[in-house]
């Protein structure tokens, strides 16, 4: 499936229509700069920074920047489906792009979750000529097509992938693996767990030691017997569950059955809105503690003070307003946007602004020299990231520091419209179940 986003782009101010899609076109919204448009009254963060973008006004000298999305809308575990809601942040980055004077299109083509997917995919937007790629996918399916990408010169943006070994040109938006690996180690510790029960699937992996470990395997009921048995004879003072977020909440929920008190580490898969809507799937509950570790820059942070909030702030301003638009689509144009807001997360956004970011650096749209803007790039907040600081100095953009403990609440910070039942979600979203991350103050 392929599917471009495409749109006019008129001067705005107050009082006009924000226009983002072929067809968007709801009724009078708040201008950029306004009170509204900024989200002055989206929490106790303040006044956030304005929701237009002005990172790519002017780049293309008459062409537009066109961002090529790649997503996986069904596939094994691990291979992508499970963030494929959270990558409609990237509808989010378009529209604040265009609201500031951008000429900016999203290229969205679906991989299959396969290799040979992948390699199609990736040769359709390089043929299409886009200014770079926001692989907003995971797994190995992905290898082959980050080496057909980079080698014609195009680079590639991974914010959910943390353990691939990158091609020069490709770069991870998101935390690496030894940042996850000592985040969970310190707010364990600070727990007071240093024992826990490792489970493994879907070729996910935390190194952070372990009293005991197995893979999740067909019979999930022996597995959880097997912890239980450990947990209540004290061998094991935790239960550790690395694998994809459907995965997760399956033997999530059938621990909450046979080990209730023990506590919960997850790995990072579990941030994806699939962890909470596949609990309610499994019956199981959002209410447990767990941990993970990952990026301050979800809906909980616009109730802290300072910048980060400020521009998290920010993109949930552009979101309700996105929202609000009926026009404005999700990334392939099968609902409207409004339906999947409740999934769109900052790193996919955060990714389309970096893009656009290193096409301002370079004056150019054109690949091979967005390419080279990018490679020792720094973009942050007056860019308008919502995240952290990205360095693009090393394929590893995301700095360690910025990798925290998070844990989870199930109370909603309300930046976000809500949703009928019989909407929202997407494919592997949150309809039935929500979660909200919030950093561990004991981990810095």
């Known amino acids: 499936m392929r ?4 749109g006019p782009l008129p001067a705005l101010a107050a009082g006009t229509a924000l ?3 072929a067809c968007s076109g709801g009724g009078d919204e708040p201008g950029p700069g306004s009170a509204e448009a900024t989200g002055s009254a989206a929490g106790s963060a303040g006044v956030p920074a304005s929701v237009a973008l002005t990172t790519a006004d002017g780049v293309g000298d008459g ?7 790649l997503l996986t809308l069904r596939s094994e575990p691990g291979q992508g489906q499970d963030v494929v809601a959270a990558a409609e942040g990237a509808t989010v980055a378009a529209y604040r792009l265009r609201l500031g004077g951008g000429d ?3 290229e969205v083509v679906d991989d299959g979750g396969t290799a040979a997917g992948a390699e199609a995919a990736v040769e359709q937007l390089v043929a299409s000529d886009v200014a770079g790629i926001v692989a907003a996918t995971r797994g190995d399916h992905l290898d082959e097509a980050l080496e057909t990408a980079t080698s014609a010169g195009t680079a590639v943006l991974l914010p959910y992938e943390r353990e691939a070994d990158l091609p020069v040109g490709a770069f991870a938006t998101g935390p690496d693996a030894a ?3 000592r985040a969970l180690l310190e707010a364990m510790q600070a727990d007071g767990l240093s024992r826990p029960f490792v489970l493994t699937a879907d070729d996910v992996e935390l190194d952070v030691g372990s009293a005991d470990a197995a893979g999740v395997g067909a019979d999930l009921d022996a597995t959880v017997a097997r912890v239980a048995e450990a947990y209540d004879a004290g061998r094991v003072d935790s239960v550790l569950v690395a694998a994809a977020a459907s995965t997760q909440a399956r033997v999530v929920a059938a621990l909450q059955g046979a080990a209730p008190a023990a506590p919960v580490v997850l790995s990072p898969e579990a941030l994806s809105p699939a962890f909470a809507a596949g609990l309610a799937e499994a019956s199981g509950t959002t209410a447990g503690a767990y941990l993970t570790a990952g990026t301050d820059a979800g809906d909980a942070t616009t109730l802290s003070q300072g910048a980060r909030p400020e521009g998290v702030s920010a993109f949930f301003a552009a979101l309700r307003l996105a929202a609000g638009d009926p026009g404005i689509t999700d990334l392939f144009g099968d609902a409207a946007f ?10 996919s956004h955060d990714a389309v602004v ?3 970011a290193a096409a301002q650096a370079a004056g150019s749209v054109e690949p091979g020299d967005v390419l080279s803007a990018l490679s020792g790039l720094q973009v942050g907040p007056d860019d308008g990231l919502a995240g952290p600081a990205l360095d693009f100095g090393s394929d590893r953009a995301l700095p360690p520091a910025s990798v925290v403990a998070l844990r989870a609440t199930g109370q909603d910070p309300g930046v976000r419209p ?3 039942a019989a909407g929202g979600g997407g494919s592997g979203g949150s309809a039935g179940g929500r979660l909200f991350w919030f950093a561990d103050d004991t981990t810095g």
């Open 19 to 21: 226009l983002l899609g």
């Open 354 to 356: 970096a893009l656009a």
């Open 418 to 420: 809500a949703v009928d």
């Open 3 to 6: 599917r471009r986003l495409t």
């Open 63 to 69: 062409d537009p920047l066109r961002v090529g999305v």
């Open 338 to 347: 409004a339906q999947v807001a409740a999934d769109a997360d900052t790193a």
């Open 179 to 181: 940042s996850v690996d």
């Open 104 to 106: 900016v299109e999203l």
